[in-house]
């Protein structure tokens, strides 16, 4: 009578055991999958982070190459922006 007492309780506890190793393995894939979908946001943000600082570099050298330029050729003073020329004469330093 012993012997099956001592059966039983141990076959109930390999049951416990067993639903418990279930339980902590739903957990275990419930927290990878969390913490996947975090690392995906994280890495997105990073990525429109990137993205956004290299259009406003890319912009400001755009808009830097496209700024007016002075130019000075034989005492002519000469602003030049792109393709257009206007020509300032420079005051006489001499009168």
């Known amino acids: 009578a012993q012997n099956i007492k001592n059966t039983t309780g ?12 279930d339980r902590a393995d739903a957990l275990q894939a419930g927290l990878k999958n969390k ?3 975090k690392n995906c946001k994280v890495a997105n943000m990073l990525g429109l982070l990137v993205r956004v600082n290299v259009r406003r570099y890319a912009r ?14 034989g005492g002519i003073l ?18």
């Open 10 to 21: 141990g076959l109930e506890r390999d049951q416990k055991l067993s639903e418990l190793d």
């Open 35 to 37: 913490y996947w979908w």
């Open 60 to 73: 400001r050298q755009t808009f830097m190459s496209s700024c007016a330029t002075l130019v000075t050729q």
């Open 78 to 95: 000469m602003l030049k922006h792109q393709q257009d020329t206007i020509v300032h004469p420079q005051p006489d330093p001499l009168g």
